[in-house]
């Protein structure tokens, strides 16, 4: 059974930093982008950053560029760098993981989901 689990979520004020990570345990993902949503409250889920098996090719959400930062630390973990923190960052963050390694901005092309892990950012 593949699962994703997402750790390093918390509490910040605005202008903080956290760091989150992504294990997989089933399988590794050789060969196959990795990448991050997040859902606010009373929002749909969006796409946040995905990055390609060696990282050859990173996307970001414009809302992040700049501030967050995606890492392929090996063929099973994946992290997210958030730097300068916004109130409107406030969302549960999910780890995704696709079949592919082209790493892609819609949901549907991810196969496997973590369960979130909540950030709150304070104003």
């Known amino acids: 059974q593949v699962q994703l689990v997402e750790s390093g979520g918390g509490s910040v004020q605005a202008g903080g930093s956290l760091r989150l990570s992504c294990a997989a345990s089933?399988?590794?993902?050789?060969?196959?982008?990795m990448g991050w949503f997040r859902q606010a409250p009373g929002k749909e889920r969006e796409f946040v950053a995905a990055?390609?098996?060696?990282?050859?090719?990173i996307v970001y959400a414009d809302s992040v560029k700049g501030r967050f930062t995606i890492s392929r630390d090996n063929a099973k973990k994946t992290s997210l760098q958030m730097n300068n923190l916004e109130p409107e960052d406030t969302a549960v963050y999910y780890c995704a993981a696709s079949e592919e390694n082209e790493p892609r901005s819609i949901s549907r092309f991810y196969r496997y989901w973590g369960q979130g892990t909540q950030v709150t950012v304070s104003s």
């Open positions: 990055s390609s098996w060696r990282g050859g090719t």
């Open positions: 089933g399988r590794t993902f050789v060969g196959n982008a």
